[in-house]
Structures are given as C-alpha cells and as structure tokens.
C-alpha cells in the first residue's frame, strides 16, 4: 500500500500548487499556454526514487499516506509550490572578464563591431584555451550554483568557446563533470560552430567540425565518457551561412544529436524555415525571423527559444512572441547567460518577457517550465508537476505564485526552498525571517 511505503518528502497545505500542465502534454501553446492548472490547498509526495508519487487536495494526500512514512515535511501553508524552473539556453563555461565590453555597447557598439574589434567571442575563446579544465569547471559550478538558487533545476549548457577540438573537448568534459558534481540537471550542447576561428574560412572551419570535430564526439560518445545531446550553429551573416549551417547540423543529427541553434538573430537568415525542414528541436533568437519561418516552425513543432535578456542588453528588437504565440509555436524561455549577457535568474527572464515581449504571466511561466523542458527533449520528466514526473520543485514565500515574475529581482528574498528529486537543495533562511515583516 503507497500510504505505509517510505517516502522522501511531503508538501502539504500548499496555498497553490502550480501543475502548469496536468495530462502529460507535452508542451502548451495557445490557450494552453494561457491557462495553466493550478491546485488550492493541496499536497505533493515525492518517493524514494526522485519522482512524484502523488498530486492532490491537502485532505485526500493526508488520507493515503502516513506521515510517519516521509523522511521530510514541510509545511507550504500561505506559500505556493511550482515545478523547477528549465533555462533552455546558456553558455556557462568560459574564461576570461568581459565587463569591459558593456561600457562599450553603451556607448553605442554593435555585437558585430565589437566582435569585428577582436571582442566578444574571440576574446572568451583566447582566455578559455588558456585555461586549465579544473579552472573551467570551478567556475562553471559556481555559476550553476546561483541558477539553481534562483530556481533553475534543469539548464541548457553550451560549450563553444574553443573553436578547436581540444578546447570543445576540454569544455564538454567540465560539462560531463559538472553534471556529476552539481545537483542541477543537465542538457549539453555542443556549439563548436559558435564563430569562424581565426585563421579559417567558414567553409574550412565547416569542413573541420564535420570530419574532425563530429567524429570524435561521436566515438566518446559511443565509449559513455561524454554524454552531449545538442548541435547549436551560429547561423549569421558573416559567421556560418544557411549552406554551412545545414551541412553540420545534419552531420550532428546523423550522430543522434538534437538540432537546437542559433538562428535569425542580427539578421534574417531563413534560419527558421532551415530548422524546421531538417526536424530541429528547437531554435534560439529569431528576432529576425520572417512569416514564413514561424509558419513553418509552428508545423513542425520546433520549439522557439527566446532571450529577452539579450534583447534587451544588445538594443535588438524584441522577438515577436505575440505573433509566434497566434500562430501555435512552442515558445519557449533562456536566460542566454553568457560573458556578453550576465543574467542567471530565471525569474527575472520572465519578468522581461511579460514587459517587453508583451506575454502573460501563464504564458512566461509555461515558457520556463513545460516548453523549455521539450525544447531540450526533457518534457517527459521535467516542466510540470505530474504522477512519475522527476521531483523538482520550488516553494515560494507567497500565497500567489505570480509573485515569483511581479517582483523584478525579488527572487532572492522569496525562494524559500528549491528541490531536486524530492531533496531540499538550497534552504533560503532570510526568506523565512522576511516571512514576518
């Protein structure tokens, strides 16, 4: 019987307890992603093994299972209980400080003039070479450190900092490590073709990733000592065009890697319309993506990842979210954290999303959670709080869950817990002292 079995953890008396989704959707899009399933006064259990055992009213969970049987109880009265939150896309290991740069785009340069001036990419990719892979995953756990507290249980983490195949390789194996090492869980993303190295032509940087690069991930791959699940591209005027784009993309499809790239970004590239013809996963950007790209994206269930803090930190126009929402595409949300966009919180990418690209709260909320998770392939067991789903979660010091987008930057004084599979991961005491002003 499921009520004298041992079980990991119990949320009881929840104000409201946010399923977002509650019949195994495996996304939301339209009026699914409008209204999203919420629960008042209830519990959660999660078991043993991580996952969640039992979803419902406080006094039917009470009923069903014995609380001498959880190893931990906490009690979510006035509070709110919402899945873990899903950042779809981040470039977390890197070497080398480009703070400079932000006084530069204030005074008005480009991405691609500061770029253009041995910035941006180039000048990460020198400092991460140098670095040693220890150096590389020392930071990248501290990184991962601050996402998870400010709610992030599943991230995205790109490598594409090397341009080379030891630097890539280097990369990916911080990656491998940290995904041992850290709690949060882990979507890896090879982006060797994140800028042309110094040196190459595109065609030769191309034609380097496809019989080099790919091979040998595929061999490590096969041996179990990396694990990557992502191809990202940087499809770009003068980085990687459509032709080039679509040869290493299909070379990583053909290794099993989902496609899940950069696309439309600075200008439209029919990036959009690529993806969707080569069954992408996903596509990141798309602030220039055309009409006939979201059509297309839309029928081909490939999921778009917006950045509203890139958006936003470059002075690029916003992506049309509205219309890519009218028109049935999976939007989903990433913080896009990187040297050239310093945001880790979630919350705060979904605050930005409701202002400046004119979404709901529901539809930010499923964007971070059920829609991030399917654009990293993970929907079957993360993105909603669901029977045999894994157990992370986030209580909040709120009676309302849309305190956790309102509050601009509030997140570090409202998270109260963050859970990965049933286990309490981060504890945050100065939301429990607020809990009384």
Known sequence: MAGRQRQRLLLENAEQLVLVCGRREPYLRRDGAASLAVLRAASLVVGLDGCIKAVGQADVIRNEFSEATFERIIDC?????????????????WAGDRVHEFAMKLAGASYMEIHQAGGGIHFTVEHTRKATEDELLATLEQRLGRMLRAGSTLVECKSGYGLDLDTELKML???????????????????????????????????????NHLPKLKELKLSGEIHVNNIDVF??????????????????????LQINFHGDELHPMKSAELGAELGA????????????????????????????????MLRLKQPRAR?????????????????????????????????????????????ATINAAYALGKSDTH??????????????????????????????????????KGKVIYENERCEAMSSY
């Not at 949060?184 to 034609?207: L, R």
């Not at 996963?281 to 009409?291: G, K, P, Q, Y």
Request: glycine share 8%; hydrophobic share 40%; charged share 20%.
């Open 77 to 93: 009265s006035g509070k709110c209980v919402l899945p873990g939150l899903v950042d779809a896309h981040t470039h977390p290991v």
């Open 173 to 211: 194996r911080a990656i491998e490590r940290a995904r041992g090492s850290s709690a949060i869980g882990i979507s890896s993303t090879y982006c060797g073709a994140h800028a042309v190295p110094k040196g190459k032509t595109a065609t030769e940087a191309t034609d380097d990733i496809i019989n």
């Open 235 to 256: 499809c770009e005027k003068g980085v990687f065009d459509l032709e080039s784009t679509r040869r290493i993309l299909q070379a990583g499809k053909d290794i099993g």
């Open 281 to 312: 996963r996903a596509i990141s950007h798309l602030e220039e993506v055309s009409d006939e790209g979201i059509v297309a994206m839309a029928r081909a269930k490939c999921a778009a990842v917006l950045l509203p803090t890139t958006a936003y």
């Open 323 to 367: 219309k890519m929402l009218e028109e049935g595409v999976i939007v989903a949300l990433g913080s896009d954290f990187n040297p050239n966009a310093y945001c880790f919180s979630m919350p705060m990418v979904m605050h930005l999303a409701c202002v400046n690209m004119k979404m709901t709260m529901n539809e930010a909320l499923a964007a």
């Open 383 to 420: 993105g909603s709080l669901e029977v045999g789903k894994q157990g992370d979660l986030l209580v909040i010091n709120s009676s309302r869950w849309e305190h956790l987008i309102y509050q601009f930057g509030g997140h570090e004084a409202l998270i109260n817990y963050v859970i990965v």
